[in-house]
Structures are given as structure tokens and as C-alpha cells.
């Protein structure tokens, strides 16, 4: 089966720092990926994607980083907020079928 | 608006009783997912649809799991003969375009089969 997953299962950091998450993905041949955000009991919310043909998508507060190379995602969010505290998954999609890592739970300290 | 709703939120059965989960996609979205969710995961793709058409089975863990989308709106995932290795949170999502890649995921349904 395809594989996506994530560095890091756990990620604290202070309020208003950066945070980088980080998401390896094994098929070369995904050519879009997706971030989500999930906070408890609810259902995962899009953040932004990127396509296999662009490295750098910008977003609000948030950064996309596509490293094809070494197969490698990692979504940046400036100046962390406590309701950014939540599950962030990557996703990729091959064909019509998304794949999601484990996921990396972001805490924010204030 | 609206976004997508599940019904039920919580199911409770027993082993070897049908259940069916509903999805109300939003309202004009052509395509429709389903996934599965275990606790800390992320979700599992079961199948999806493309209108009433459904486009990829191929996620569905086995013969007991069923979908469909008839009017291309409303969709049911169905188990029959549900076993305990069944509970799980099963997620829905729709997306505006077909193959969309914007999916507005649903709260879900809790199974559980005891």
C-alpha cells in the first residue's frame, strides 16, 4: 500500500512562534497534496494544497513546502495561535484517492 | 451555510446486525466521499462518487461494505453482518467539482459494534 507519514507525532511550541510540519510520502507519481487541520471531535478542515509542479504555496499564516526529490511536504504556520492546537494531516492523491498520514498534534503554549 | 451532515452521530449495534450511515453532502457538491477514521489516524479511504455513479470501490474492506449515492445528493455506506472489528468513526466529504480536490468533510458517525 502507498505510504504517507508524519516525522513527528507531537509538536509543542510557544505562542506566537512558527511551527513546521513535516510529512514524507513514498509515491513519485502523487501529483497533489493537501493539508488538513483537525480539532478534537470534529471532521478534517482543508488548510491548502499544492500541485506536483510547484515547490512554495502561500497561504495565511500558512507556507507549503513540496519537495519532490526526497518526496517531502511540510506545512509552516507563522506566529502560532492557540486555535491552531489541533491534528494536522497530509494527504496525498493519486488518481481520485486520498491518502492520509498518521497525523502530527500541534500544542500551542501560551 | 449548511456544510455536510452525518446521521446518526453515534451508532451502537451488535455484532451481526446491519447498519446503514447516511450523508448529506452540501448542497450542489458532485462529489462525495467516504472514509473510515480510527482514533489517531488519519482517514482511510473507502469509495467515492461522481454524481449517482460510483467511481472507486476499491477501499472497501470487503463484501459487506456497500454504497451508494441514487440521486446523486444523499448517500448511504452500508455493513452488513457488522463485527467488532468494524467500530469505527466513518467519515463523509463532498467536493463542488468532480474529482474535487477541496473535500468539506462531514462530523461523522461513531460505530460501535459490540
Known amino acids: 500500500g502507498e505510504s504517507v507519514g508524519l516525522h513527528l507525532p507531537t509538536l509543542s511550541v510557544q505562542e506566537g512562534d512558527n511551527s513546521i510540519i513535516n510529512c514524507a510520502y513514498s509515491?513519485?507519481?502523487?501529483?497533489?497534496f493537501i493539508w488538513y487541520k483537525q480539532e478534537s471531535g470534529k471532521g478534517p478542515q482543508f488548510i491548502i494544497d499544492i500541485r506536483s509542479n510547484m515547490d512554495k504555496r502561500q497561504g495565511q499564516r500558512v507556507t507549503v513546502l513540496l519537495n519532490k526529490t526526497v518526496k517531502h511536504l511540510s506545512l509552516q504556520i507563522a506566529a502560532t495561535q492557540p486555535g491552531d492546537s489541533a491534528v494536522y494531516f497530509c494527504a496525498e492523491t493519486q488518481g481520485n484517492q486520498f491518502y492520509f498520514g498518521t497525523g502530527t498534534s500541534l500544542t500551542v503554549i501560551p | 451555510g449548511a456544510g455536510v451532515s452525518q446521521s446518526p452521530r453515534y451508532k451502537v449495534t451488535k455484532r451481526g446486525q446491519d447498519v446503514a450511515l447516511r450523508c448529506d453532502p452540501i448542497?450542489?457538491?458532485?462529489?462525495l466521499y467516504w472514509y473510515r477514521q480510527a482514533l489517531g489516524q488519519g482517514p482511510e479511504f473507502l469509495t467515492y462518487?461522481?454524481?449517482?455513479?460510483?467511481?472507486?470501490k476499491s477501499g472497501l474492506p470487503n463484501d459487506r461494505f456497500s454504497a451508494e449515492r441514487p440521486e446523486g445528493s444523499i448517500s448511504t455506506l452500508t455493513i452488513q453482518r457488522t463485527e467488532q472489528r468494524d467500530s469505527a468513526m466513518y467519515r463523509c466529504?463532498?467536493?463542488?467539482?468532480?474529482?474535487?480536490?477541496?473535500?468539506?468533510f462531514g462530523p461523522g458517525t461513531r460505530l460501535t459494534v459490540l
Open positions: 466529504a463532498s467536493s463542488l467539482r468532480l474529482a474535487g480536490n477541496e473535500q468539506f
Open positions: 448542497s450542489g457538491h458532485v462529489s
Open positions: 462518487f461522481n454524481y449517482e455513479a460510483q467511481q472507486d
Open positions: 509515491n513519485s507519481a502523487s501529483d497533489y
